[in-house]
């Protein structure tokens, strides 16, 4: 089946499906021949793809205390004894 | 204790709080241990245990009837490219830019933890198992107990509205012009 060209609506409107992964093959392969010929899609979508690795490294810098283990470990003895 | 980690990141990034976090980690394993028996081999135990940790922590909010600081009509009508629109209106585009080059990056990690936190619950839940695993649609709506589609809108309007909040956070710190047109930072 052969798709028609989006428009850059149409490709804006799959612009956080396509970042995730989660178009079908047609739909991400349409998308991507949008982007080879539009400055200006392509300009936003790196923009997206930018903010959104940068959210997901600041967000998952954390480290857990370091006696958690230790208090999960005796929380789970005292209720495997109860 | 592999998951330890990952769930009290999870943990943090839901309450906002380490107490918190550590509390509903807390919780969570213990409820974990007394149904242990739910769990069924051949499953993600990452998958049940998340799913553990989230219902633990809606049942914490509602019991402390904690709500996020911000109201969600105020962020209902965050628009598509949100930050992406605002920065070239701010004209802090430039079509030559690094990408990497943007708002959020310039932005400390409790600021952006911060404009997190101001989500709505249900919004901030879907899209805090986004941005702490490289999850698929599918997986978040197997741990949240939702169709598919609940997770692609919920994970849109919540991708908008963090924009946004991320957009007003960056406002208040000075590092975008601020719409009143005061504490303007030169960027």
Redesign the interface.
Known sequence: MTLDRYTCLETVRRLDDYLDRELNIAERHEVERHLETCDRCLHRFRFEAGVLEELKAKLRRVNPPENLASRLRDALRTEGNG | ?DH??PS??LA??LTGS?EDA?DL??EA??RA??FRHTFQKGTSFKSWFYRIVVNQFYTSTRRKRHTSTTSLDSLADAT??F??AR?ADAGL?R?DA????????R???DD??RA?AALPDEFRAVA?LY??EDM??NEIAEILDVPIGTV?SR??RA?HM??KQLWTVAEELGIVPSASGAGAGDA
Request: glycine letters at 0%; a positive charge.
């Open positions: 204790m330890l980690a009290y990141r943090l990034r380490s550590e980690v807390q394993a213990l241990f007394r598509d490219i930050l992406f920065s585009l079509p690094d990408p990497s080059a943007n708002v959020v990056s932005m400390a990690e952006v933890a997190l805090t941005f702490m698929s649609y692609r994970l849109h991708r963090l924009q």
